[in-house]
Every structure is written in structure tokens, then in C-alpha cells.
């Protein structure tokens, strides 16, 4: 989990023999999970700005050593911190004491740093946000995927998600008229040309991979480098010239969730100007039960090589059950029919302009259904569409199975057992994602059937799915593969009922 800063200061009144009486402040920072920036440390007058603590320590709580500096061994847990804020304590010209086993002491006697460099020494750890709460290689992984324009090209064709993007922000092009816009992962800066189009002054694209180089070769190449600024770096760690009024990013992954990029959307909150909006403002998640025998079969064979008993004259049955479970943890990503949902979604809602980080870690979606015919029931369906609150027009994109197909289709967990249920029985499922630091989620569903109370549970890895493309399951690392692209964003499945999580 990422970690909490709780920032405390104490002043003392010194009198010493030989000089003036003087106020000795000593500041502490206690860092453990989970993070929050520290936005309470601006100061809110001249006095407090004038403020110079001559003495910082850096606790840590030793139960969370391991985790903040995973996969560094606890005991070079200091040696990480210091390395973390030493750029930002050569700008004071400090001096670090190591002064006990988890405290480390920062000697500001020699200098007076203004208020903006004490609070920097601070934020070094806030910007960490994003590197404590993702594995290096799997971002390694991820920023590289995003690197390649073929992996662009599948996003901007899908014209389902790139017209309603570009209607959201020409529809509303009162509301972008000489604002000020940030590019929340601006890949091609795409985006960004289209706020620049809907009358943008300014527009900062910021992102982290070297698609920004690819970027800025359009930019400047379509005469827009008067507009548009390109920014290499994560959102987490880098800072804008100046406070924004709109937010616009494409942030959704399969299941919406899945590679944690809302997180990053709603930490680019620190730039938005107090009443500023964000495009898209908010997202609901639905979750249905399906119904479909031809994907569990096609899941089933995919583990029957494990069966054979005499492979070369080796019995390879005793490995059939891992196999299984194997398939079955990979969640399926496909055009799901529509005919195969099962009663009503259930959905979640997700308001960016409020939600927290924190809050992104872990989802939970209760979903019950009630048979009125024999059915058998082979998993949940998930699906999302995001609102575009729009202050002339609403705009929506949606993923439900009901609407054109998208880069992102349905994700479907299967059950590794069936349920078949008669009419009148109840099945109750919980839905819980996980985030972990594969920039994904684990996904865990437990189920209860009633009146009979028997429970199973299932498991599954969103970070490792299978693509099923006409039959064809494929496995891909990113959220897209070649679609098939409808012309115009749909409304969600009707009548489900948002539960809220905003803030």
C-alpha cells in the first residue's frame, strides 16, 4: 500500500546565556501505509511561510519496512530514504544525521531554505506515490507496451472511443474556450488536439513513456506547439507550470479497472483548479450473471491435454487439476452476446472529481439473482461506461454488451463450477478487486446459494486474461487487441442502480 505522511511541528522557546532568545522549531514526519500528499503543509500566511525548522526526523514504522521498499530488505530501508530526498536536500544545503536504527535527522542550522524548498523535501516523498505502489518491472512492462504505435493504432481506431471523445470535447467547446487543459497520459495527444480544437489556450500532455517523443513530433508537425506542450513523466512526479481547469485522460482499462490508471487520473487532481472539471467526470461498473455452456466447454478443453495418461509413456493426470485452475483464473476478454445475461446488473459508481486514491485499492460489488426458470449460471459479466458531464452536452461511452463493440469488450469471469439453480433459488455473489502491484487487480467472487447456503469461491488474475476473438483465445499483456468498431457510443444497460462511492 502506498504510504501516509502525517507531518507534526513543535515550537520551542530558547533562551541560551550567550544570545537572544530565539524560537527552536523541530518538525517530524512519520511515514507509514498508506500515502497521502501532504497539501495541508502550504502555508496560509507570511508567518507561517517565514517558518524555518532547524531539525526534521524521518520515522518509520518497521512493520511496514518490507513492504514500502519491496523487493529491498528491510535493513537497507535507510539507505533508500536518504537516496529518495537527497536531491531535494542539496538544494538547502542540509546535512543528514543518521541518528538512531529508523530515525533520520535533517540539520538545517547552517542555512534558511524558504518555505517552497522545506515543503519540497517533504513532497520527494508524496511523488513517490506511484513507484511504491507499482513493481518496476511491471511498469517497465507497461510503459514499454505503450510505446508502440501499434498498440496506439489499436486505441485510435477503435472510433467508438476516439469520436466520443472528440464529440465530448467539440460539443462542449464553451466550456474548453482558453482554459487551461492537461493531457492526463496523452499517448499520440490525441486528446490533446482535440481540446486544443474545442478552443483550449493552453493544453499540457504529459506522458511517461516515450510515446511523448512520438508526441511531440505531431505536435510540432501540426503547428501546435504554440498550444500544446508536451511533458515527459509520470503524472505522480512531475509538476505543471500552472493550475488547470479541465482534466482530460483516458483512463480505463478492462473491467475499467485494470492497469490502475484511474489512480494516476485522480492523483492529477493536484493540478485542478478549485470548480475545475474533468473529462470523463465519473464511471459505473455493472456486473451481471451470464449463461453461456460453449464458453465453459471451450475453457474446459483448453485444460484436457492434462488428461492423457500416456503422453510419450508419461501419465500427466496428476497435474490436470492445476492445469484447471489455471484456465479458469484467467478472466475473458470478448463481445459477450447480450442474450446471455441473467437478470438485473448490479453497478457501482465512481465520481473522479471526489473518489481518492485509496478508495481505487479495492472494489466491491454485491450481485444477486433470483432464478425463474431452470438455469445454469457460468459467471459474472462486467462492463463500464463513463459520463462526459458536459456543461452544454452529456456525453456517455459505453461497453455494455448491448452497445457497439469496443477495444475494451466484456470481461467474463467464469466459474470453475457451474450453478445450475431452479426456479426460486438464490445466488448471491461478492465481487471484490484487489489492486496489487502488478498495475492490475485480483479479482476474487464468492457465491452463496439459497436456501441450500453452499459456498464456493472463485479466483482470477486481471493482469493475465484471455482474448477470445471468434473463438480464437490469444493472451496479451495490455488492455487491447484488434476490434471490431461500432459508429457511435451507446447508453448502458438501462435500469441498474448505482451504488455510490464518491466522497
Same mark, same amino acid.
Not at 18 to 36: C, F, I, K, M
Not at 74 to 100: D, F, G, H, R, W
Not at 457 to 482: M, W
Given at each position: ?8 511541528? +513543535? ?6 546565556? #550567550? ?12 511515514? !507509514? @501505509? ?39 530488505? @528491510? ?26 536504527? #529508523? ?31 507499482? #513493481? ?7 510503459? *514499454? ?43 499520440? *495527444? ?8 474545442? $478552443? ?71 493540478? +485542478?483548479?478549485?470548480? *475545475? ?14 449463461? #453461456? ?109 448491448? !452497445? ?22 438464490? +445466488? ?23 436456501? !441450500? ?5 472463485? /479466483?482470477?488474475? +486481471? /493482469? ?6 471468434? *473463438?480464437?483465445?490469444?493472451?496479451? !499483456? ?15 444497460? @438501462? $435500469? ?8
Amino acid at each position: 500500500m502506498p504510504w501516509k505522511c502525517q507531518f507534526t511541528e +513543535l515550537g520551542i522557546t530558547v533562551s541560551p546565556a #550567550d544570545g537572544p532568545t530565539r524560537t527552536q522549531h523541530n518538525a517530524t514526519l512519520v511515514v !507509514s @501505509p498508506p500515502l497521502e500528499r501532504q497539501s495541508a503543509m502550504e502555508p496560509e500566511t507570511e508567518d507561517e511561510a517565514a517558518i524555518v525548522p532547524n531539525e526534521v526526523c524521518f520515522t518509520f514504522e518497521p512493520d511496514a519496512a518490507a513492504a514500502l521498499f519491496h523487493p529491498v530488505p @528491510p535493513e537497507n530501508m535507510l539507505v533508500c530514504a536518504v537516496s529518495a530526498i537527497q536531491t531535494n536536500i542539496t538544494k538547502c544545503m542540509a546535512t543528514i544525521t543518521l541518528a538512531s536504527s #529508523d530515525v533520520i535527522t535533517i540539520d538545517f542550522t547552517a542555512c534558511r531554505p524558504d518555505f517552497a524548498v522545506w515543503r519540497s523535501v517533504f513532497s520527494s516523498f508524496a511523488d513517490m506515490a506511484f513507484h511504491t505502489t507499482r #513493481d518496476h518491472s511491471s511498469a517497465k512492462e507497461y510503459f *514499454g507496451y505503450y510505446a508502440l504505435l501499434s498498440q496506439q493504432q489499436n486505441m485510435l481506431t477503435d472510433f467508438t472511443r476516439t469520436s466520443t471523445y472528440q464529440y465530448a470535447c467539440l460539443a462542449n467547446s464553451a466550456q474548453f474556450k482558453d482554459k487551461v487543459v492537461c493531457d492526463v497520459g496523452c499517448g499520440t *495527444g490525441i486528446l490533446s488536439f482535440f481540446s486544443a480544437r474545442a $478552443g483550449a489556450r493552453k493544453v499540457y500532455g504529459v506522458d511517461a513513456s516515450n510515446m511523448a517523443d512520438r508526441a511531440q513530433a505531431l505536435v510540432a508537425a501540426n503547428g501546435k506547439s504554440d498550444v500544446i506542450t508536451i511533458i515527459k513523466g509520470k503524472v505522480e512526479d512531475i509538476d505543471l507550470p500552472e493550475q488547470v481547469d479541465i482534466l482530460i485522460s483516458e483512463p480505463m482499462g478492462m473491467a475499467l479497472l485494470n492497469e490502475r490508471m484511474l489512480e494516476s487520473y485522480v492523483h492529477a487532481r493536484k493540478f +485542478l483548479k478549485p470548480g *475545475g472539471t474533468m473529462f470523463p467526470t465519473s464511471s459505473t461498473m455493472y456486473c451481471a450473471p451470464f449463461t #453461456d455452456e460453449q464458453l465453459y466447454q471451450e475453457m474446459s478443453s483448453r485444460a484436457s491435454f492434462w488428461n492423457s495418461e500416456n503422453f510419450f509413456g508419461v501419465d500427466l493426470q496428476a497435474l490436470k487439476a492445476h492445469a484447471r485452475h489455471e484456465v479458469f483464473r484467467q478472466p475473458v476478454i470478448d463481445a459477450s452476446p447480450a442474450q446471455n445475461l441473467l437478470g438485473h446488473p448490479a453497478a457501482i459508481s465512481f465520481d473522479f472529481l471526489t473518489i481518492t486514491e485509496e478508495e481505487l485499492h479495492e472494489v466491491v460489488i454485491p450481485v444477486h439473482f433470483e432464478a425463474e426458470i431452470p438455469v445454469t449460471v457460468h459467471g459474472l459479466s462486467i462492463w463500464f461506461d463513463v459520463l462526459f458531464d458536459g456543461e452544454v452536452e452529456k456525453v456517455f461511452l459505453s461497453t455494455s454488451p448491448a !452497445s457497439p463493440v469496443t477495444h475494451w469488450y466484456q470481461t467474463r469471469c467464469v466459474f470453475n463450477t457451474p450453478q445450475l439453480l431452479s426456479p426460486g433459488e438464490v +445466488l448471491i455473489c461478492t465481487l471484490k478487486f484487489t489492486a496489487n502491484d502488478k498495475q492490475s487487480y485480483d479479482i476474487r467472487i464468492e457465491s452463496v446459494r439459497s436456501p !441450500s447456503n453452499e459456498r464456493f469461491v472463485d /479466483k482470477y488474475n +486481471l /493482469k493475465e486474461p484471455h482474448f477470445r476473438l471468434d *473463438g480464437y483465445f490469444s493472451t496479451f !499483456s495490455g488492455r487491447s487487441t484488434p476490434a471490431q468498431f461500432g459508429a457511435s457510443a451507446a447508453a448502458a444497460v @438501462p $435500469g441498474a442502480e448505482p451504488s455510490d462511492m464518491s466522497t
